[in-house]
């Protein structure tokens, strides 16, 4: 027999088939993979690299509008023109300009930073005169604390010594290797104060200027040269400032008669705790009593692993506890984001384990133990291989990693199925004995090109979501990144690994030929020792003839038998198509970018009404914490008053750090672990809402329960940016807007940018009274500030190794908090001291409101979360359409409404909704455009395989049928259709396409052995029906671990659902479709193609002509 002609599938397993090399391969890829798992560094979500750089703009005196059109715009003006810039932030207010400059995503930090800057240094004639130089500051999501430690005592420690130890400790956490910023938070700094008694100050006549210049002056510190000294060169050192406060006592400010004032004459000097610190207060299930607090925050360097770092850090506090830490002081971990990462993987590999072990199970239930053994080697090799490239590729091993490998598993171990069960049926097809090699060759090579074919086509439905963009792109990449790779790996794997294995696990199987009928060359391997060979079977080339296959058969019969039971039958699949489409018409089936995640903390944030006294928002802080731990999944509380909540990524975004007024609280609610409780995160938060609006309600004090979210950051869940062309329009339309959110149930904390603002004294200088009495105005302003905002002196000289003691010069708290106190301090004028009640009036007034810009344009902000009867920001915005449809700007036109686009101009008055809704337009856009891409890369492929234009709309017609399992699904479940379902419906379209694919390429086989089309076609729904049957249901108990998790509990339901309708409709409809197609021309043109290959391969094998045999030996014919 001749030697076959093998295709590339076959001409790829023939070489490792008995190779030595195979099995070092299979071991090498798993040990590989191992390491790469141990190496790869562990989070819990994906690193969103989203740079943005914060400069801030002191302008000291300056009102809003000042800031606005002498910092900020001229600012934003150049800094627009930066490359890869997509979001400029401003915000002018009194005294400050802040600028945000939000880079694209994946924009490396280091050049973004550096053109900033560049940008800056380059145009310094942009600041105004009285302007401060900016201050450039850098945020990326590293700069989130990972881990925070809380300092408590349960004895009450002496004041300041809280902090002297947190500053300590910190400082011992920070030796720690690859921990970047470590600072703390919360509890009395130790601070030189000198505080001036003005009544004092009155008597010895000493102003608050003279003693600011002379404390000023005792902290001098220059160097003096060097002089030579008994041959020696030593250095010299000019010191003036005081070592002490008993030293800073005896500063001399002025001298009188002849008689030195010291500043313990004129002031109080104290060296201890400041008198209004940063409250941290915290409370426990156990411990419900407040205590006073201090909180250390760490952060890590780029690219850290996050669990190993934590134990590190843990480990480290663990030796500071009995020694540095007495036993009087508790060090409670209250946040451990390496800790969750580390649970978060070892549960995901562990479902990864569980997933490839149901699917073998599978396997070894439906084909036996020996093909359980072949795909058991299959997909750990191929799983190895993949988290070998994700470690390569700069990958962390999280959620979405991990998830991208479990999604892929069941679509992955097709490969291996369809080339085992090939093989398993080669060993039962009629014809002359054949080595076992040859069998397996044989069937690998039969399916080889249709699997290859499949194989791009899944990756060409997965592969085009890479290209979503914004935020979510970087975040959902690794799933159709990770699973193309994890598909390439499987298609090298099933030629070159399970052949190999079936060789060697089969041949039991089989019986030693008597004699060689292989048709293999003898040199060949596979005949180089006694083969195993398959007896060959009198059953012609079908599936046996069950009681399932029968009735099969019939289905097949009757739908192809007449057009009216086709058309019939397509109808009907197309109105389950209608109906199912529905649901998401109706509401049944709700649409939301990612559903609510599940973590172990959220955040409550308190704003009291401008001008609120701390101790007042102190208290309600303190009421709203003994209400949340009455909750039996609070674990424990952190109330923080003057000093922010350890910022979180969604935190960073809204620049939660910021939050420091007297009238803003921020709580930290920390929560029992995962495994402790019942409700998730986002219920409990929903559950204790209510109440915490009711404590607030007669405080008049805004409420935010600010939860983890499951993706992407935004400022907010509902976001109305309102453009306008004036100050008085902006604010009127946003008013109405706050009013339209407040009336729509399940919209809730509601806020904006027009809150009222604080009350306010202006203390302005008379300049013709300060003119005849001598003052410059500077010299009151001066006063004035420094008596009530305080002058620092710069930092008191301590020992080493101490944290720093600012010395700041400020009167007493029951001085300052009194005007006429203030007005009563004098400055020196032409004859003398001047009180500054003759200098100053005294005008009442309100804050200016800050003055908002986006990408260059004014705006003002509404925003707003979703919870309870609305969650999804689409149909809240449905409900709000009908709130804002008579929204009218001053001059009478509409206002306009943007969805993904900005407005171009100011002009008009326009509404842009933001947050969660841009994000979800943007993905769904993206995730559309990324399915158009699919269809039309697969019918590219078609085209190609089968060289016919209408061919390929049989393989792709059925995609859209897994929508009629996907969305009932939803709806039965209470699912919402999220990003994660659309990603499973289209890594669906790819399972139905290799479905498709591989009905179709066999019916053209046996129509190219001249079988009638009808008879083509029911074997192909037959023979192939197992196949696709083990592959939906691979894809099923892959699949079914991720319904835990509710962010791809969506992609879960859409594998599972969607496989199993597409499986169960495309197993008729691809077939039906093809018997419409192919009776028009192609089945004849087919069979005549293969009628001359048969006779084309029977005049190969015919014996030569005499003559021709002669002179093909190089004989003489004669």
Not at 9 to 21: C, E, H, Q, V, Y
Not at 131 to 157: K, M, N, Q, W, Y
Not at 645 to 665: D, K, N
Not at 687 to 712: F, M, Q, S, T
């Amino acid at each position: 027999m001749t030697e076959p002609k093998y295709g590339l599938a076959g001409r790829l397993a023939r070489p490792f088939l008995r190779s030595k090399l195979t099995p070092v391969i299979v071991l090498a890829s798993i040990l590989l993979g191992l390491v790469a798992v141990a190496l790869t560094p562990r989070e819990e979500e994906p690193q969103i690299v989203v740079p943005m750089v914060d400069i801030m703009v002191p302008m000291p005196g300056a009102t809003p509008s000042e800031v606005e059109s002498q910092v900020v715009t001229p600012l934003e003006r150049r800094l627009w023109g930066i490359p890869g810039v997509e979001y400029l932030y401003g915000s002018s207010r009194p005294n400050v300009g802040f600028i945000t400059v939000r880079f694209k995503v994946n924009e490396p930090l280091e050049p973004s930073l550096v053109k900033v800057h560049q940008e800056l240094g380059a145009h310094p004639e942009l600041l105004p005169a009285g302007a401060s130089p900016p201050v450039v500051r850098a945020l990326t999501i590293d700069d989130v604390p990972f881990l925070t430690v809380t300092l408590h005592g349960r004895e009450a420690l002496p004041a300041g010594e809280l902090r002297k130890l947190a500053d300590e400790v910190a400082r011992e956490l920070a030796d720690v290797e690859r921990t970047a910023q470590v600072r703390v938070a919360g509890a009395a700094r130790r601070v030189v104060r000198i505080e001036p008694d003005p009544a004092r100050l009155r008597t010895l006549d000493v102003s608050l200027g003279e003693l600011h210049r002379s404390l000023e002056s005792a902290q001098a510190q220059l160097p003096a040269g060097a002089i030579v000294q008994g041959g020696e060169r030593v250095e010299l050192e000019a010191r003036g400032f005081a070592r002490s406060a008993a030293e800073l006592r005896r500063v001399v400010v002025s001298v009188r008669q002849g008689r030195p004032i010291y500043v313990e004459d004129v002031a109080r000097v104290t060296d201890g705790p400041e008198p209004e610190p940063a409250v941290i207060l915290t409370a426990s299930k156990e411990r419900p009593e407040f205590e006073q607090a201090a909180t250390i925050v760490v952060a890590k360097r780029p690219g850290t692993n996050a669990t190993e770092l934590a134990e590190k850090v843990t480990a480290k506090l663990d030796r500071l506890r009995g020694g540095l830490i007495p036993g009087s002081v508790d060090a409670t971990v209250t946040r451990n984001y390496g800790e969750t990462a580390g649970e978060k993987s070892n549960e995901l590999i562990e479902h990864l384990l569980i997933a490839t072990l149901s699917v073998i199970a599978l396997i070894l239930v439906a084909m036996g133990w020996r093909s359980a053994l072949v795909v058991g080697i299959a997909v750990p090799v191929t799983l190895a291989l993949t988290l070998l490239l994700t470690y390569l590729n700069g990958y962390t091993l999280n959620r979405v990693t991990l998830f991208a490998l479990i999604f892929s598993i069941g679509i992955l171990v097709d490969d291996a199925i369809v080339v085992v069960e090939n093989i398993h049926r080669h060993m039962h097809l009629p014809g002359p004995r054949r080595s076992f090699a040859r069998v397996v060759l044989d069937a690998v090579d039969e399916v080889g090109n249709p699997t290859i074919l499949a194989t791009f086509a899944v990756i060409a439905a997965i592969l085009p979501m890479a290209l979503v963009r914004g935020l979510m792109g970087p975040y959902m990449r690794p799933i159709p990144v990770g699973a193309s790779v994890a598909m390439i790996f499987s298609l090298v794997i099933a030629f070159v690994v399970s052949p190999w294995a079936a060789l060697k696990i089969f041949r039991k199987q089989a019986r030693l030929p008597e004699t060689d009928e292989s048709g293999l060359h003898p040199a060949d391997p596979e005949s180089a020792a006694p083969e195993p060979t398959v007896e060959p079977h009198a059953n012609p080339d079908t599936a046996p003839e069950g009681r399932l296959a029968r009735i099969d058969r019939r289905v097949v019969r009757w739908l192809l038998g007449t057009g009216k039971v086709r058309i019939g039958f397509l109808a009907a699949v197309g109105l389950l198509l209608l109906a199912a489409s529905a649901l998401l018409v109706t509401g049944a089936v709700e649409v939301k970018m990612l559903p609510f995640d599940n973590k172990r903390e959220f955040q409550v944030q308190l704003d009291l009404p401008a001008g609120a006294a701390r101790e007042e928002a102190l208290a309600l802080g303190q009421q709203v914490a003994r209400e949340l731990l009455a909750e039996p999944e609070v674990e424990s509380v952190q109330v923080h008053s003057g000093v922010a909540a350890p910022f979180t990524f969604v935190g960073m975004v809204r620049h939660s750090f910021m939050r420091e007024l007297p009238e803003q609280v921020d709580l930290q609610v920390n929560l029992l672990p995962k495994q402790d409780r019942d409700a998730s995160s986002h219920a409990i938060a929903v559950r204790v809402r209510p109440r915490i609006e009711a404590l607030a309600h007669p405080k008049d004090a805004r409420v935010k329960v600010v939860e983890i979210p499951p993706g992407p950051p935004v400022l907010a869940t509902m976001v109305a940016e309102v453009y306008g062309s004036t100050a008085a329009e902006r604010e009127r339309i946003a008013g109405e807007v706050r009013r339209a959110f407040d009336s729509v149930p399940g919209i809730v904390d509601v806020d904006s940018t027009l809150n009222p603002t604080s009350p306010k004294l202006g203390l302005s200088v008379d300049r013709e009274k300060a003119a005849l009495h001598g003052v410059a105005p500077a010299h009151v302003v001066q006063t004035l500030s420094a008596a009530g905002y305080g002058a620092p002196l710069g930092t008191f000289h301590v020992e080493r190794g101490a944290a720093q003691v600012p010395l700041v010069m400020q009167l007493a708290p029951e001085h300052r908090s009194r005007l006429d106190t203030l007005l009563a301090l004098t400055v020196p004028g032409a004859r003398g001291l001047v009180p500054l009640s003759e200098l100053v009036r005294v005008e009442e007034m309100r804050e200016a409101p800050e003055i908002q810009h986006k990408n260059l344009k004014p705006v003002s902000y509404v925003t707003a979360d979703l919870a309870g009867e609305i969650e999804s920001p689409l149909y809240a915005l449905l409900a709000l359409g009908h709130e804002l449809e008579g929204l009218r700007g001053d001059r009478g036109e509409p206002v306009a409404r943007y969805g993904l686009a900005h407005p171009a101009d100011t002009e008009r008055p326009s509404i842009k909704w933001d947050g969660e809704w841009h994000i979800t337009l943007e993905v769904f856009r993206d995730l559309g455009l990324a399915f158009a891409a699919v269809m039309l890369l697969i019918y590219v492929l078609m085209v190609g395989w089968f060289q016919s234009f209408s061919m390929p709309i049989v393989i792709l017609l059925p995609v859209p049928l897994s929508l009629i399992g996907i969305l009932p699904a939803h709806a039965l479940g209470g699912t919402f259709f999220t990003a994660t379902s659309m990603i499973g419906f289209i890594a669906g379209a790819g399972i139905v396409v290799r479905n498709s694919i591989i009905l179709v390429d066999f019916a053209e086989l046996k129509l190219r052995e001249g079988m009638p089309l009808a008879a083509a076609v029911e074997e192909a729904v037959l023979v192939r029906f197992r196949p696709m049957a083990l592959t939906a249901l691979a894809v099923i108990v892959g699949s079914a671990v991720m319904l835990a998790d509710p962010i791809f509990q969506g992609l879960a339901v859409a594998l599972m659902a969607g496989a199993v309708a597409a499986t169960l409709l495309s197993r008729y409809a691809v077939p039906v479709l093809y018997y419409m197609l192919a009776r028009r021309g192609r089945a004849a043109e087919l069979q005549r193609e293969g009628a001359r290959g048969r006779t084309e391969e029977e005049r190969e094998r015919r014996p030569p002509p005499p003559l021709e045999a002669a002179l093909a030996a190089g004989g003489d014919v004669y």
